[in-house]
């Protein structure tokens, strides 16, 4: 089995949210553009789960 290797981290600060690679890029936003982000991921949700469920290297799928 491969090794796991951590692609990205979230961290909540005073200002917002900051997404850093394990390269050390970042991206910052302020809480306002977090929600704005979280709105449009939730809206794309179900078609976020498809896409996930088709890239699935996994030979069998689990509902709950």
């Not at 491969?2 to 949210?17: C, Q, R, W």
């Not at 179900?46 to 069998?60: F, G, I, M, Q, Y």
């Amino acid at each position: 089995m491969e090794n796991v290797h951590e692609k990205f981290a979230i961290h909540m600060n005073d200002s917002g949210v900051v997404v850093e690679d394990n390269q050390g890029q970042r991206l910052v936003f302020s809480a306002h553009e977090a929600l704005m982000l979280l709105d449009i991921l939730r809206n794309e949700e179900a078609e976020l789960n498809r896409l996930a469920e088709e890239a699935s290297p996994l030979p069998v799928k689990i509902h709950l």
